[in-house]
């Protein structure tokens, strides 16, 4: 190699970040020659990785997401798993058991120490045993150079550590800490938080919620079980004889099912089903999308290519599964880094005054959950034409018809759209159809609800009902129902704060208890009060369980215990791919 050639190599080595957008195809064959050689020994690395040749990677477990990179120089060596868009700068050493989260920044010279010697006196150091609790970083967390993290330590979803910091102990999340050993200066968002509910005590660290030592210690457990057994939770749903997902052993066939296995290997493992490539994945599920209507029809028998029904008068479909597979399809693409090969044009087509009038007649007296999804699912495909770059509803106006709609439409006594339906059932169909309408409309989109302090009031009402949340009753619908409303609206009020924290508990001890072993969750109740696919474990139980653990431990304070983000259907927050914050915004 000449010395220009070789200058131009070693400049990813300290600047990875650049391979991407600058390196040739020469360099992006040997980089994917490196990547070869890393998973044909077990590695795991997800789209646009990069790993340096320069890094000294011997580790047993290597699983990277997405846009993640290990710089020159770098020394990484035992478990070792990280979510997305995470870095490894120069000289960095990671080892023993370390579990990032998405979005770490792990500055140069910094080592993360994921194991311990023994020093008892009666034998020399050197023949002392190697013990391991392991280190887990949350999410959105910058480390700065020159940091050492010892075995054992967690740090919280969105922390800041200085250059130079020994962290000893554990950091709450929003930290900024520094200092040897590693102390909290302040909240990063602030003396009050951006939600209000970091609290700041008499040594200027941070007091978050959490309910005891123990409950996270539970979490952390359950979380590297589902993690050991995610593997083999999906392969025993995937079918040979067809090469698709079944939602369970002996079921058929169906698109949500490998939908749900993709984010399932996203959230534990960091990347694709082991079964195929992510490249073989995306175009599984691309080729499913019917090129008329933009929608994805079910799998017809034997796992192949479904059709779509006739479409209305407005051009909508009316084909429930065609409506999920907009949220369950558009979101296992993004986790794979590809999208829909089409626009979904039954949204696009539809103008504003046609939009408004589906709006009307949906049965927002009688069936406010059918109503709620089908709003769902609209403004999901809405969303996912953007990401496209297009102009939703062909410039018609209608997503800002949709949200002068909604606004119009919500009742400030609860703070929901519809009403509640017969006795029998309660408050299910209204909160259940405000979890369905606000996921792809206000959360999706990113916009504050209307209304936050009566929507908990409505909801912890419902949450009050034996009939769906005493023990035994429960399934993943009602719980995720309640769940996600009460943590969107918890961003905006502490209303009644105290009350949502103790039913998320409850209900989080009893979430833990339903894993099975080498299986994963069931649904729930398919008897009295139940639906979906019942209580055995499948992929579409685990999927929304997984989800379902996640905001129940945030809305106690301990997420970052997990290690893991929900990032599909169910993520808590805004979608990440579309680069506008409110309707009518181009994306840039």
């Known amino acids: 190699m000449d010395q220009e050639g070789a200058a131009e190599d070693s400049s990813f080595d300290y600047c990875p970040w650049d391979f991407a957008r600058a390196a040739s195809s020469a360099q992006r064959a040997a980089q994917a020659e490196r990547q070869r050689v890393l998973t044909a020994t077990g590695a795991r690395l997800g789209p646009r990785c990069f790993v340096s040749a320069a890094a000294a990677v011997f580790a047993d477990v290597l699983s990277l997401g997405a846009d993640s990179y290990i710089a020159g120089y770098a020394y990484v060596t035992g478990e070792v798993r990280a979510g997305r868009d995470c870095s490894v700068n120069p000289y960095a050493t990671v080892r023993g058991r370390v579990t990032l989260g998405d979005g770490v920044r792990i500055g140069a010279h910094t080592s993360l120490l994921g194991f311990n010697h023994g020093f008892a006196p009666e034998e020399p150091v050197h023949r002392q045993p190697l013990t391991s609790k392991g280190i887990v970083v949350g999410d959105d967390v910058w480390i700065g150079s020159h940091v050492v993290v010892l075995d054992g330590v967690t740090i919280g979803d969105h922390c800041v550590v200085g250059a130079g910091a020994v962290v000893t102990k554990d950091l709450a999340p929003w930290t900024i800490a520094a200092g040897n050993p590693a102390r909290p200066l302040r909240d990063r968002r602030g003396p009050t938080g951006a939600n209000g509910r970091g609290r700041s005590d008499e040594a200027g660290g941070v007091r978050t919620r959490t309910p005891g030592a123990e409950q996270g210690d539970a979490l952390a457990e359950f979380a590297e079980r589902a993690r050991t057994q995610a593997a083999a939770v999906l392969a025993r749903c995937w079918d040979d004889d067809t090469g698709r997902y079944a939602d369970r052993p002996g079921a058929a066939p169906t698109v949500r099912a490998h939908c749900d296995a993709v984010e399932i290997a996203d959230l534990l493992l960091g990347a694709p089903p082991e079964q195929m490539t992510a490249v073989e994945h995306a175009e599984r599920l691309r080729v499913l999308q019917d090129r008329a209507s933009g929608l994805v029809p079910e799998l017809a028998p034997g796992g192949l290519p479904g059709m779509p029904a006739a479409p209305a008068e407005d051009g909508w479909i009316e084909d429930g599964a065609a409506e999920y597979h907009v949220l369950s399809v558009g979101s296992a693409l993004e986790l794979l880094g590809s999208r829909f090969a089409h626009p979904v044009h039954a949204v696009d087509r539809m103008t504003a005054s046609q939009l408004v009038a589906r709006l009307d007649a949906l049965p927002w007296g009688t069936r406010a959950w059918t109503a709620g999804a089908w709003v769902d699912c609209w403004a999901t495909g809405a969303y996912r034409n953007r990401e496209l770059k297009r102009e939703a509803s062909g410039g018609s106006g209608a997503i800002e018809a949709l949200f002068g709609w909604l606004g119009t439409r919500v009742d400030p006594w609860t703070g929901m759209w519809g009403t509640a339906s017969a006795p029998s059932e309660g408050r299910l169909q209204l909160v259940n159809g405000y979890y369905r309408l606000t996921r792809g409309s206000f959360a999706q989109f990113g916009l504050p609800v209307p209304w936050p302090d009566r929507v908990v009031d409505t909801v912890l009402a419902h949450a009050r009902d034996p009939r769906w949340f005493a023990e035994g009753r429960q399934n993943a619908c009602n719980v995720l129902d309640v769940a996600h409303p009460l943590w969107l609206a918890g961003r905006q009020t502490r209303h009644r704060e105290d009350e949502v924290r103790a039913w998320a508990g409850e209900q989080l001890a009893s979430a833990l208890r339903k894993w099975h072993d080498l299986a994963g969750f069931g649904f729930g109740p398919a008897g009295e009060g139940g639906s979906g696919p ?36 169910h993520r808590p927050e805004p979608g990440g791919s579309p680069a506008f914050s409110r309707p009518g915004q181009h994306p840039s």
């Open 534 to 569: 019942g209580r055995e474990p499948g992929l579409q139980g685990t999927e929304m369980w997984l989800a379902i653990v996640w905001l129940l431990a945030d809305l106690v304070g301990t997420a970052d215990r997990l290690g893991y983000r929900p990032r599909g259907v």
